[in-house]
């Protein structure tokens, strides 16, 4: 599972080796400054829309690498039945993150905090 913090005005998500070959992903930092709306779902994969491209998923299990659909792009790092972060942000590579934590609701308050 993705390591989620929030340091130094930046929001910091480091992937497992495993998750950057199947998603094509690499690492993520992105400022404070560029975020948008900030939630919680239950279920990570409610939140991801449109066309895996590139990436892996795995149906009922996981869902790793980018999304696109009208428009936008999804850094998605999602389980399937586990909670999931989502934020919107502006003026970066990815229109949204989705990342699945078992802390989404604490990262949640502190991202609005900071984001404030």
């Known amino acids: 599972m993705a390591d989620i913090r ?15 070959i199947a998603g094509l992903l690499g690492d993520l930092r992105v400022p404070v400054a560029a975020i948008g709306h900030v939630d919680v779902v239950d279920n990570a994969f409610d939140a991801v829309r449109g066309l895996r ?3 892996l998923a795995i149906p009922g299990l996981t869902r790793v690498g980018t999304w696109r659909g009208r428009g936008r792009r999804t850094f998605v790092v999602a389980r399937a039945g586990q ?25 949640r308050d502190r991202l609005r905090a900071a984001v404030r």
């Open 53 to 55: 491209a590139p990436g």
């Open 6 to 20: 929030l340091t130094d005005g930046h929001l910091e998500v480091a992937l497992t080796r495993r998750e950057k």
């Open 83 to 107: 909670p999931a972060l989502v934020v919107d942000l502006e003026g970066q590579r990815y229109d949204r993150l989705v990342l699945s934590t078992t802390d989404a609701a604490s990262l």
